[in-house]
């Protein structure tokens, strides 16, 4: 499998994206784009649940509308026991560390809160160990 190379103005673009979509939420709905809080309170039944079901369609229509235009970039899948395992284990840190990557990394340090600089921190140490536990320890 090849995967696609890493092209800077895409990145930028992504993050562009991912930060004005973000912006938008906040100013408009005075809500934070965290997923693990939209999912959690929509399947809570929290109030106000059609931007939540939007905003998740949107996540799951976007990258079948880029299909219209472009074939999927490749992407190498672990063994489905190691995914599973590393779901629960994402899910498990969203609530202990009161929210996801999302939540804390894009709009927790654009709103300069302490807490999500330290979760953000955390996030990318663990991400950074568990590439060299799989890569180099386990061999995947």
């Known amino acids: 499998m ?4 890493f092209d800077a103005w895409h990145a930028l673009a992504g993050g ?21 809080g939209v999912v959690g309170s929509l399947v809570a039944g929290g109030v106000d649940p059609g931007w939540r079901i939007a905003f998740l369609a949107g996540l799951v229509v976007a990258p079948l ?14 063994p489905v026991p190691v995914l599973v395992v590393a779901g629960l284990l994402v899910g498990l840190g969203t609530r202990y560390g009161g929210g996801c990557t999302s ?3 894009v709009c927790g340090l654009a709103r300069a809160s302490p ?18 536990v799989v ?6």
């Open 115 to 132: 807490r999500s600089l330290v979760a953000t921190l955390v996030f990318m140490a663990t991400g950074a160990l568990a590439v060299f």
């Open 135 to 140: 890569r180099h320890v386990a061999g995947y």
């Open 16 to 36: 562009a994206l991912i930060g004005a979509a973000a912006g938008g939420l906040a100013l408009m709905n005075g809500r934070l784009a965290g997923i693990s």
């Open 2 to 5: 090849t995967l696609a190379p």
């Open 103 to 105: 939540g804390h990394g």
């Open 65 to 78: 509308a880029w299909r219209l235009w472009a074939p999927f970039p490749g992407i190498a899948l672990a």
